[in-house]
């Protein structure tokens, strides 16, 4: 039986210090750190030392992992958490070739870009308000889709209302007062435009769910990460809005997204 090859170690004095400093992958990290810095040592330390100060690891390397893809990050721009692949799964089945899919606050471009790897026609269209997300976004998305800047729909053009199939948004849903209790990789690494939801979180959500409607096709729907406890006030602003709504929920991967779907 032939095996593959054996895992490299990594080396124990950085795997100490990425412990010592709280990181609770140190050895995968360690690994990570040395594999791509280039196999200088100067770089590696510059990283080691950035990484124990509490920068987030993709920011370090420029590039975040995401449903199979490598995607590029820069410092101050909202990494993509595990959670958020359980939003592009379900939307996943919600598309046809050719659907018309819209990613608001889309960050680097993850979820939209996840939903074209799965089904490659898709008509994309990806939207921030912060001009460094967009830069990148617009690095990883290339030609595959069309970046924009701007606040949530307001970027879009106006000919595509009505014709939406699939809108999905990862908005920023953390209360205001809650930011200062966040883990210090996101709190001071990435921008508060990518965190702040607002005084209870909802901010964004509410204004999602009003404009909607006015963009989706018959049959389309919108789907919004949220938390499991803001889900059931999230599923209610879809529904004053006009929208069948339901809430799905992964334990696995603690991921919650509110869906509201326009009626045929």
Do not use: K
């Not at 990594?10 to 412990?19: E, F, Q």
């Not at 200088?40 to 990484?51: C, H, N, P, S, V």
Request: aromatic share 4%.
């Amino acid at each position: 039986m032939r095996h593959g090859s054996p895992r490299p170690e990594p080396d124990p004095a950085i795997v100490a210090r990425l412990r010592a400093a709280g990181c609770v992958f140190a050895e995968d990290e360690a690994l990570l750190l040395s594999s791509e810095a280039a196999a200088t040592d100067a770089r590696l330390e510059e990283w080691i030392a950035r990484r124990v100060e509490g920068e987030p690891l993709e920011q370090i390397l420029g590039w975040a992992g995401f449903r199979g893809l490598r995607l590029a990050v820069e410092p101050g721009v909202f990494v993509p958490r595990l959670r958020t692949e359980f939003l592009v799964s379900q939307a996943e089945v919600l598309t046809r070739p050719g659907t018309v899919v819209v990613d608001l606050c889309c960050g680097n471009g993850a979820i939209g870009l996840a939903l074209l790897a799965a089904q490659p026609s898709l008509r994309l269209y990806s939207t921030d308000l912060d001009p460094a997300a967009v830069r990148v976004a617009a690095r990883n998305v290339g030609s595959a889709g069309t970046v924009l800047q701007g606040d949530l729909f307001a970027p879009l053009p106006a000919e595509l209302r009505g014709t939406v199939g699939v809108i999905v948004a990862n908005a920023p849903y953390v209360p205001t007062e809650a930011i200062a209790e966040m883990p210090p990789e996101a709190r001071l690494h990435e921008h508060r435009v990518a965190l702040d939801g607002g005084s209870d979180g909802l901010e964004l959500h509410r204004r999602i769910a009003a404009e909607a409607a006015l963009w989706l096709a018959s049959g389309g729907s919108v789907l919004i990460e949220t938390s499991e406890g803001q889900a059931d006030r999230t599923a209610g602003l879809l529904s004053a809005a006009g929208l069948e709504a339901r809430i799905a929920h992964s334990d696995e991967v603690d991921g919650t997204v509110a869906i509201g779907t326009l009626a045929p």
